[in-house]
């Protein structure tokens, strides 16, 4: 309690002292100062982080590895993919007689998936095909991959997860 009386009555003797001193002496340009006394006027110079050789070289060394392993990591998404793709692709040209057949244009996802309408979810996804494309909600399932899904309805995906385009085959 005793600091802040302390505190408070040298603020108020320095605002006086302050005070007195302005009434002789009058500021010509009472905006520039704050209250700390600091000329808000003084050009302030923001100065660029500078990089060395060293550290632009390991900057770039490792966005460099980061962007291959992403490129590692979309290599790997689309090979698990295409490793359950290609059968169920070469059973529907079978079962379609290349899909010259009425029924190509047939929802086939009954023979990927089984589970019950509660445990899909919905999402929206554009499908092109010669005639258009439109916009549809999509029903996907946790135990079936997404492109799989798609490709029972005629459908490759644009991406090997969470495809939200997929043209007709």
């Not at 999402?123 to 494309?133: C, P, W």
Request: hydrophobic residues 35%; contains cysteine.
């Amino acid at each position: 309690a005793e600091i802040g009386r302390t505190l408070q009555t040298n603020l108020a003797h320095d605002t006086t002292n302050q005070e007195s001193e302005t009434l002789g002496n009058p500021d010509l340009h009472p905006d520039t100062h704050n209250d700390l006394g600091y000329s808000d006027t003084a050009l302030w110079e923001d100065i660029p982080e500078s990089m060395n050789k060293e550290d632009a070289a390991s900057l770039a060394h490792i966005q460099s590895i980061h962007q291959r392993l992403i490129q590692e990591q979309k290599y790997q998404n689309w090979k698990d993919v295409l490793e359950i793709l290609f059968p169920i692709y070469l059973h529907l040209k079978n079962l379609t007689a290349n899909w010259t057949l009425p029924l190509a244009l047939d929802n086939h996802s009954g023979l990927l998936c089984n589970c019950p309408p509660g445990t899909q979810t919905v999402r929206e996804v554009d499908l092109i095909d010669l005639m258009g494309q439109k916009r549809v909600n999509f029903k996907f399932c946790s135990c079936t991959p997404d492109p799989a899904l798609l490709l029972a309805n005629g459908y490759l995906s644009s991406t090997p997860i969470f495809p939200q385009t997929a043209f007709s085959v």
